[in-house]
């Protein structure tokens, strides 16, 4: 049982995602994206930023990835893509194999939730919980 998760009875109407990431390692991590197999929608897109410098969260060597983030129009989001509980998506990794890198991990890590209309009002809010999230 996770505490995080509800049952998928209590989700007919599927599922808001409200944040997607990647993880990949350094140094031949160059994007990703994750589709909806069906539809050929891009749902998300994410790019590797590298560190040019020695100061932290910029150090030579290593990247960090910014996520995708939806929520509302008014905090310049884009609106949350509602998916339903059987979608099939499809993820694509890119990278640079001129670096000597033997196999590549990598795997996408979501957040979403249960895309009622009372819920998705709440998250489309302005000022909402996934825009104070994102200003902290």
Same mark, same amino acid.
């Given at each position: 049982?996770? +505490?995080?998760?509800?049952?998928? +009875? !209590?989700? @007919? ?21 994750? %589709? ?5 929608? =891009? ?15 910029? &150090? ?5 990835? @910014?996520?995708?983030? %939806? ?5 310049? =989001?884009? @609106? ?8 099939? =998506?499809?993820?694509? =990794? ?6 000597? !890198? ?5 795997? %996408? ?9 009372? &819920? ?5 809010? @302005? ?10």
């Amino acid at each position: 049982y996770d +505490a995080n998760c509800l049952p998928m +009875a !209590q989700m @007919p109407n599927g599922v808001a995602l409200v944040y997607a990431n990647f993880h990949c390692h350094a140094p031949a991590c160059i994007d990703a994206e994750l %589709w909806n197999d069906a539809t050929g929608e =891009l749902i998300c897109r994410v790019t590797a930023v590298y560190g040019k410098g020695d100061t932290a969260g910029d &150090e030579t060597g290593f990247h960090k990835v @910014p996520p995708c983030v %939806w929520g509302s129009a008014d905090d310049g =989001l884009s @609106p949350l893509p509602v998916l339903s509980l059987d979608t099939r =998506l499809r993820a694509t =990794l890119r990278t640079n194999t001129t670096y000597g !890198q033997y196999g590549m991990m990598a795997n %996408w890590m979501m957040r979403a939730a249960s895309a009622t209309a009372v &819920e998705l009002a709440a998250m489309n809010e @302005p000022g909402g919980l996934f825009s104070t999230m994102l200003a902290s």
